[in-house]
């Protein structure tokens, strides 16, 4: 028996997507709030790093977004420069949490493409 394997790059999930709200606006609406509400737990839990919980109590999410609304956040994701001249690396939290639930995502959209 042949083995049928598919690589898929950022252009083809786009049009994965495209094709399944097209099939069921519904069901891939619900499928991006279950995984952006799964990111804004994670980021609430301990998804963020913690100095004095402002910016873990910053998360939220908005439409279809998930974000922070604390001004320095960008700079702790990012990393940013010190009066000296250094500079601090990021952490690169909302990053890693958005990789850490994409194979959830596409398994999620791979099976409400299935029922559709």
């Not at 606006?25 to 402002?54: C, H, M, W, Y």
């Amino acid at each position: 028996m042949s083995k049928v394997s598919i690589k898929l790059n950022s252009g083809d999930i786009a049009k994965l997507e495209k094709e399944l709200e097209r099939l069921n606006a519904i069901r891939f609406d619900a499928v991006l709030k279950k995984n952006l509400t799964q990111i804004l737990n994670t980021a609430r839990s301990d998804g963020t790093p913690v100095d004095s919980e402002e910016l873990r109590k910053s998360s939220s999410m908005e439409g279809g977004e998930v974000g922070y609304t604390k001004e320095y956040a960008p700079h702790v994701e990012y990393g940013h420069r010190t009066r000296n001249g250094g500079f601090v690396q990021g952490q690169h939290f909302l990053k890693n949490n958005v990789d850490a639930q994409m194979p959830i995502y596409y398994k999620d959209l791979k099976e409400a493409l299935k029922k559709g």
